[in-house]
Nanobody, 124 residues
């Protein structure tokens, strides 16, 4: 079955950097668009970034644009989100998702599979 397993979350000070990963299995990774979403306590889950099937196209939420980079390693079937200049408001559970539609989208409904999430906490 399809599994998306996030890792790399943790506690970091404001202004610091962190990279979270998502290992995919049970699907043809290179045929899927991938996305990152996050959910802060008491808030709805929101879009962070997405990448199309071949990595040639990326989109970002305005709140992270310029501070985050989404990337994928097809050989490792792994998705990454590198985050810099982290802020306390970036504190959330970060989820990766896979979209068989091949083109990244900010719409949660467009994704077919979801991981369990990894906690990122940014201290002030």
């Amino acid at each position: 079955q399809v599994q998306l397993v996030e890792s790399g979350g943790g506690l970091v000070q404001a202004g610091g950097s962190l990279r979270v990963s998502c290992a995919a299995s049970g699907l043809s990774f290179s045929n899927y668009a991938m996305g990152w979403f996050r959910q802060a306590p008491g808030k709805e889950r929101e879009f962070v970034a997405a990448i199309n099937w071949n990595g040639a196209s990326t989109i970002y939420a305005d709140s992270v644009k310029g501070r985050c980079t989404i990337s994928r390693d097809v050989a490792k079937s792994t998705l990454y989100l590198s985050m810099n200049t982290l802020k306390p408001e970036d504190t959330a559970v970060y989820y990766c998702a896979a979209d068989r539609g091949r083109y990244g989208s900010p719409r949660q409904s467009g994704y077919d599979y979801w991981g369990q999430g990894t906690q990122v906490t940014v201290s002030s």
